[in-house]
């Protein structure tokens, strides 16, 4: 009953899922923030660095404008040309001297927030995050550390709540263990792993680079999928089927070098990473802990209603979440090669 009731609070919420959100923009990878990196040279003069997001071809336009007057120069420029990745623009910030509270205005926060820090000469680091509505960054201000914390925590529950592909792992590895009790060892072992490599990559004792870990992530969920196929011989079990924690700790390893992502696209200072890692991995731990919430809640749900007990809904999540892995693991495959 356990899996039966699984299987069909996974279709309910993989068709609520295409139903709310899916369309040709929406992909696989988690919601990545514009960022903005700031240092001061002097009293007058800031460069700026914005690294904005580019989205299966759509190129982000945001623009910085000093409201009291001044000048900016823009002093490099460099665009993502395979349709993924990072824009770079570098500017050179000149503030008029009779400007005693420099700030910057940023042009077109309109579906996307923007992760600013600034080094101040004397060291000092502020990070804060702009939106629409919220778009002016005070040069001479402080912000709390509560503030920072507050901050990256929220883009680590972001992180994993848009991440469609870690989101499904997660779902598919409900549906390949046998009782409640042999998914938290799972789930345990797939955060500790996790947990290691984001903490490993974003410090940069490790480095692998982006696509391989993306198509790889894609393919820890067509493992699942062609597991979960298979015919559970229980008394010849395969080893997976014997020792799942296997599996969640292996694919755990290689979705914290995508989680990683985030931050290491964020470009820190190493002064900030410390604190910016353990409040963003708390972040991503919340985001699974309210993703499960929401499917076991469902699973409930589904398991009193006459309309999902119907038979094919045990093999329609399966097939959902093989056919979307199959077009990541291509995709991304691709983009290793070109």
Known sequence: ??????????CAVLYIAFSLVWSPQVQAHPYQPAV?????????????????????????????KLPHG?????????????????????????FPPQDTTPDIEFQGLNNIQLLTQVTKKNGQINTLELYKGHNNLRLAGKVSTWSTVKLFVTLGITH??????????VAGLLLFTRDFRTFLKAITCFTLAHSITLSLSALNFIHVPEPPVEAGIALSILFLCYELTRPN?????????????????????LHGLGFASALKAAGLQQTS???????????????????????????KICSKITFFQKSIFRQVPLYIMGIMASFWFIQRVYIVFH
């Not at 009953?1 to 996974?10: C, D, E, P, Q």
């Not at 349709?83 to 000149?94: P, T």
Request: a neutral charge; hydrophobic letters at 45%.
């Open 70 to 94: 001044g000048k900016i120069h823009l002093l490099s420029s460099q665009n993502s040309l395979d349709g993924f990745g990072m824009d770079l623009h570098r500017y050179l910030l000149v």
């Open 273 to 299: 990473i410390p604190l910016a890692l353990a409040c963003f991995n708390v972040g991503v731990e919340i985001g699974q802990l309210i993703f499960l919430s929401i499917l076991l809640t469902l699973l």
């Open 36 to 64: 903005g990196l700031i240092s001061q040279i002097n009293n007058y003069q800031y460069e700026l660095t914005l690294k904005l997001p580019v989205v299966a071809g759509e190129h982000t336009n945001i623009t910085p």
């Open 233 to 253: 011989n229980k008394e010849q079990p395969t080893l997976s089927r014997r020792f799942p924690w296997i599996i969640s700790f292996s694919f755990g390893l």
């Open 160 to 169: 994993i709540l848009t991440g469609i592909d870690h989101l499904m792992f």
């Open 1 to 10: 009953m356990y899996k039966y009731n699984v299987y069909t609070a996974l």
